[in-house]
């Protein structure tokens, strides 16, 4: 018999493959590419088997089996997939696919079924579309340079610029105020420290991507003349790393004997395969990252500004507060998307950090001040 802690368990599963068959049917719809959309739809498919295990469970149970309604978090993923593109999405759901591949190894009821065997294959197939896609087909997917170590896909990117310019101004603009200086320079201070800090951004941005793309213009450089001076060894290196892959010896030298005989695919290959390197992109528009960077800074650093163009006194800083207040909780609720944690404590963090630093400068601009 059923306890209640397998039927919450039951309705978890079931809510996570709706949610899933959402985003993959949205990214289907959303890809150009007609062997990955069919690969998109295969996944929905698989996930909407999974689903009907799980009601089946339920219906055993003799509960209620609850209407297939995504949750809001997956109808933004399916929203965005569709508009934004399936780049946006992909390595995210890459991620989550990854974190729950061991989900249901323990569950009994999963025991004599494909669900754990799917879950891994899920995983492993969208690594690897993730890898052979190239990320940084945009202006967005390329700005990625300071946020790198936090993932580097252009959703995270996107959101973290944003958070940098609404949490610096906002907590400049509150020292400001603390100091209890006129409307005019705290207006003034807002602005600044807009347009100064999406400067930064974008220079930091333009030297971070264009660093990058001169250390893979030095890398594809040195493998060129490896792979002139030395051939053998670079096909052998090329048959290693399809054996790595998974191929046959046999058939990983064959493969590396064929590519390293036309010199220019072999180089791509060598480039992708052994340094990571997409020979097309070099790591991206080091101008586009530094554009990208500098409208997601001003955009987030614009929003306690804004509310100084039409008020002033108190009146002003009640809607800054209210304003910024509510675009740190957004910032925090839209990371869930990659991090899938619950929106309202990773909204609730955020806005708790943000309002502690504030705090902290508005006290200091009020004892400067006096």
């Known amino acids: 018999m059923a306890t209640v802690e397998d039927l919450k368990r039951y309705r978890a599963n079931l ?17 150009s590419s007609a062997p990955l959309a069919e690969i998109y739809r295969r996944l929905a498919a698989v996930e909407e088997k999974h689903a009907k295990l799980w009601v ?9 089996v609850p209407a297939w309604k995504p949750t809001p978090r997956a109808r933004l993923k399916a929203w965005l997939a569709k508009r934004a593109g399936p780049q946006w999405i992909l ?4 991620s989550a696919e990854t974190a729950d591949r ?22 492993r197939l969208l690594w690897t579309m993730v890898r052979s896609a190239p990320m940084e087909g945009g202006a967005f997917a390329r700005f990625e340079g300071r946020h790198r170590a936090v993932g580097g896909n252009a959703l995270r990117a996107a959101v973290l610029g944003a958070n940098d310019g609404l949490l610096s101004n906002f907590s400049l603009m509150m020292g400001v105020v603390g100091a209890e200086v006129s409307h005019h320079a705290t207006l003034v201070t807002g602005l600044a420290g807009l347009i100064a800090g999406a400067f930064s951004m974008a220079i930091g941005e333009w030297i971070s991507v264009q660093s990058s793309r001169e250390l893979n213009e030095n890398q594809l450089a040195i493998e060129a003349d490896e792979l002139a001076s030395a051939p053998a060894q670079e096909e052998e290196e090329l048959a290693l790393i399809y054996q ?14 064929r590519l390293i ?17 997409d020979p097309k992109e070099m790591g991206g528009s080091a101008w586009e990252a530094a554009v990208a960077s500098f409208f997601l800074f001003a955009l987030g650093a614009f929003v306690p500004v804004l509310p100084f163009l039409f008020f002033s006194g108190a009146q002003a800083v009640i809607w800054t507060a ?11 609720a839209a990371i ?24 902290v400068t508005f006290g200091i601009g009020h004892l400067l001040g006096v």
């Open 336 to 359: 869930t998307l990659v991090t899938g944690r619950p929106l309202w404590i990773s909204g609730l963090r955020q806005l708790l950090f943000g309002l502690i630093a504030a705090g």
């Open 56 to 64: 089946s469970q339920l219906e055993k149970a003799g509960e209620k």
């Open 322 to 332: 209210v304003m910024s207040a509510a675009g740190l909780f957004g910032i925090g």
């Open 102 to 123: 061991a989900m249901y190894d323990d569950q009994p009821e999963s025991a004599h079924t494909g669900l754990p065997a799917d879950e891994r294959s899920h995983a």
């Open 15 to 31: 809510q996570g493959e709706i949610d899933a068959r959402v985003v993959y049917l949205a990214l289907a719809e959303a890809e």
């Open 91 to 94: 390595p995210t759901m890459a």
């Open 244 to 257: 790595a892959k998974g191929l046959s010896e046999s058939e990983s030298k064959s493969l590396a004997s």
């Open 261 to 277: 005989n036309d010199k220019d695919k072999a180089l791509d290959t060598l480039a992708r395969e052994e340094l990571g390197i």
